[in-house]
């Protein structure tokens, strides 16, 4: 799969920074579909670590909504070139999963990401960061939260409230994919609305708490980081 734009490996926090900012600029955060139902073909894309840290395996699973099922899988094994830092997680994790992506075949209509999209304090989480550099929609669904305000949603399922910013701008939800269990933080990353975000990650969950598609390439890259490096 081609994607347009080179992505860009800073060499402190200051040009990480700064490398966020510029790319913030460039979001898009209008529906490219007009209903969910448009769309069939649901990429996740998820990273595991040896135990040394050092080493990284990007999963990148294409879920067919439809069918509810698995239509390809790609792997990619990288080393670690960027500390842990909260915020910065696209710098450490996106460039294997680029590289995880560069080989899939089938073109999917979304992505979803295992970390932030605009709920992030430069409006730049990983699913942002991707979603400009691929120039796709892409949604941020992670587990836990990084930045904004919220209060708690309901307990059934589908329930939500709102993470905002602290001009009071919605930047994602707070969603209940299953009934009493804890919510997940779905925020868009690049030409995907707030509300269409929501409605997608929905779409996408059976009887877990995880997207499918998600939790697919999670299992996927925990298997993949267990076998011997070439």
């Known amino acids: 799969m081609a994607f347009l734009k080179r992505f860009e490996l800073p060499k402190d926090i200051q040009s990480a920074e700064l490398i966020q900012y510029r790319l913030a600029q460039q979001l898009i955060l209008e529906d490219k579909f007009k209903d969910e139902d448009e769309i069939r073909l649901v990429a ?12 990284l395996v990007a999963a990148v699973v294409v879920f067919d909504l439809k069918s509810f099922t698995v239509v390809e899988q790609v792997v990619c094994a990288g080393r670690v070139k960027f500390p842990y830092v909260p915020g910065f997680l696209s710098f450490r994790e996106g460039p294997v999963l680029l590289a995880a992506i560069r080989k899939l075949k089938t073109e999917p209509d979304v992505f979803l990401f295992d970390g932030q999209g605009i709920a992030h ?6 699913a942002s960061h991707l979603g400009v550099l691929l120039d796709r929609p892409a949604i941020g669904c992670a587990k836990s939260h990084l930045f904004g305000s919220y209060e708690e949603p309901g307990k059934e ?4 409230s709102f993470i905002r910013d602290r001009f009071g701008d919605a930047v994602g939800l707070v969603l209940r994919t299953k009934a009493n269990t804890r919510p997940v933080f779905v925020s868009p990353g690049h030409r ?22 998600l939790r697919q ?9 267990m076998e011997p490096a070439d």
Do not use: N, T, W
């Open 121 to 126: 304090p430069r409006r730049l989480g990983i």
């Open 44 to 55: 996740g894309g998820d990273v595991a670590y040896e135990k040394d840290g050092q080493r």
């Open 192 to 213: 995907v609305s707030v509300a269409m975000a929501g409605r997608i990650v929905l779409r996408c969950v059976s009887r877990y708490r995880l997207s499918e598609p």
């Open 217 to 225: 390439a999670h299992i996927i890259a925990r298997r993949a980081v």
């Open 157 to 160: 399922k589908g329930a939500f």
